[in-house]
């Protein structure tokens, strides 16, 4: 299939005109990729379930993996859910439209393979200016999971969606890069407090400081054991690079060493660290992710799709502090990985 470019200008009407087409695509059952203050999205009709089969096709998504449904405002996300626990109306003043999901008891207007047969919906009110205009001009729920082949790292940037999604999807929305860089916080808030299914955007001290407590689901510390030299099998890969990804948890002489390591071995090392870190380090190839957590983590996507399989056999990676935005960032970085290495003493 042709895949439509709009390629948007910030000249408001021209953008108008391409969004207005982008959601008649939608509105006729096509798919659509659009920028979100996140990552980009693969937007479908959420009330469609023929409309919505196709993004699982694109993607090659499990059907068994629910979608976010993306609406412009409150109301609208009322429209989806059969109640709203009072601590999700504080959340919801808090927080958006934000990079945060909330799932919620669904009453049934989503279609069932949004929600993947379960019975409740997560539901996410968009910041970036395209991603909401899109939604109120369509008035329409669009469910859109990351915009990227199934397994890959998500897109942060209309190429990456190109890359893997031209020919197989109606359009693309160009609205630059993204700015968070991760995905939305998912919050199952079906519960008496909130569990944060999936760090994300908004992180759990921000959350905090709206409601009194919040829980993480004990799934997402997976594979982060600190007295084991190897966490083998951190089962659902996933954002994966083209070459084998190592975290080593340690200092710069510990990464140095690692990387001297796999060198030994003829092995084409690239490394993935924080720009202080970076600058201390040989290798073949060293991105530098950022001065901070919040640059690392609007980079790391764009970073991990860079490493090419003719270009490195390897790629070490730094481990960031759990904390913050640093807990989406290194949640994604262990399930990137095929293993981890601690070598503090
Ligand atoms: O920032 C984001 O959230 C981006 C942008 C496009 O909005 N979207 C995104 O979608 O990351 P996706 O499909 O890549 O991730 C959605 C996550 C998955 O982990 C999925 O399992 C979970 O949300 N999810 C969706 N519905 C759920 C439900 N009813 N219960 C529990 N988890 C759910
Ligand atoms: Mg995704």
Known sequence: METKYWHLTNHQEADEDKIIEAVQLLKQGEVVAFPT??????????TNAIAVEKIFKAKGRPQDNPLIAHVATKEQLSQLVTEIPKYVERLIEAFSPGPI????????????????????????????????????????PIAAPSANTSGKPSPTTALHVKEDLTGKIAGIIDGGATGVGMESTVVDCTQDYPVILRPGGITKEQLEQVVDKVLIDP???????????????????????????????????AIQDQINEDKMQTKKVGV????????QLQADEIIALGNNMAEIATNLYAALRKFKQDEVDIIICEVFPDEGIGAAVMNRLRKAADSMITKNE
């Open 37 to 46: 203050e996140t990552v980009y999205g693969l937007g479908a009709d959420a």
């Open 272 to 279: 993935l660290a924080s720009s202080r870190t970076a600058e």
């Open 101 to 140: 999901t909330y799932v919620l008891p669904s009453n049934g207007i989503c279609a069932k393979n949004v929600t993947a047969g379960l019975s409740t919906v997560a539901v996410r009110i968009p910041e970036h200016p395209v991603a909401n205009r899109l939604l109120q001009i369509s008035g329409l």
């Open 219 to 253: 799934a997402i510390r997976n594979g982060t054991s600190k007295e084991l030299p190897k966490s083998p099998g951190m089962k659902y890969k996933h954002y994966s690079p083209e070459v084998p990804l190592l975290l080593v948890e340690g200092d710069v002489q």
